[in-house]
């Protein structure tokens, strides 16, 4: 069964740049039609996809994200990637990576991981 | 984007009730709803797909209707460990779009 980490900083300085890794066991990131997904959650508060990529390195994100993001995936380490900048306290949340079924189920998940944002 | 509410924000049941929950997609979204279950402290976990279709290993007392812009989840006998948050997901269109969410509770 895949499992999915979420690992980086948990503080960040406002301007600075939001930097994640999801490590994939379990399986091949490279297998099967999935795409992989970004999705945070502010404490308290609903869910909010970023966006996600698929094996190919195609890329879809949040229109109100995406002047800020940019998620990448390494193949070879399992491995994908969410960068966020110039982040500001109203980006302080917990972090999910999702394995994205269709394009569009999020049928497995990390455990998150909070990052709060501040000086 | 495809705007998504759900009705009631929260609710308290006794277990062996049937529980239900609504939710309202701001256009036509056909069938393409999935429902969600959170419990505190956790990541979600996808008991529904395509509006009406339960993911392999959710319990039966978990089923969703609906098409277009109205949709329904029910749990039919209330569990104990069914106390969670419950959030609707769109994919109709991107961005990706939830609810903002049913606490559930026991009474």
């Known amino acids: 069964q895949v499992q999915l980490q979420e690992s980086g900083p948990g503080l960040v300085k406002p301007s600075q740049t939001l930097s994640l890794t999801c490590t994939v066991s379990?399986?091949?990131?490279?297998?099967?039609?999935?795409?992989w997904s970004w999705i945070r959650q502010p404490a308290g508060k609903g869910l909010e996809w970023i966006g996600r990529?698929?094996?190919?390195?195609?890329?879809n994100y949040n229109p109100s994200l995406k002047s800020r993001v940019t998620i990448s995936i390494d193949t070879s380490k399992n491995q994908f990637s969410l960068k966020l900048s110039s982040v500001t306290a109203a980006d302080t949340a917990v972090y999910f990576c999702?394995?994205?079924?269709?394009?569009?189920?999020?049928?497995?998940w990390g455990k998150g991981t909070l990052v709060t944002v501040s000086s | 984007d495809v705007q998504m509410t759900q009705s009631p924000s929260s609710l308290s049941a006794s277990v062996g009730d049937r529980v239900t929950i609504t939710c309202q997609a701001s256009?036509?979204?056909?069938?393409?709803l999935n429902w969600y279950q959170q419990k505190p402290g956790k990541a979600p976990n996808l008991l529904i797909y395509?509006?009406?279709n339960l993911k392999t290993g959710v319990p039966s007392r978990f089923s969703g209707s609906g098409s277009g812009t109205d949709f329904t989840f029910t749990i039919s006998s209330l569990q104990p460990e069914d106390i969670a948050t419950y959030f609707c997901?769109?994919?109709?269109?991107?961005?990706?779009?939830f609810g903002p969410g049913t606490n559930v509770d026991i009474k």
């Open positions: 999702a394995r994205t079924d269709r394009g569009s189920n999020f049928d497995s």
């Open positions: 379990g399986g091949s990131i490279s297998s099967g039609s999935y795409y």
């Open positions: 990529i698929y094996t190919s390195g195609s890329t």
């Open positions: 256009q036509d979204i056909n069938n393409y």
């Open positions: 395509d509006a009406s």
């Open positions: 997901q769109q994919y109709e269109n991107l961005p990706f779009t």
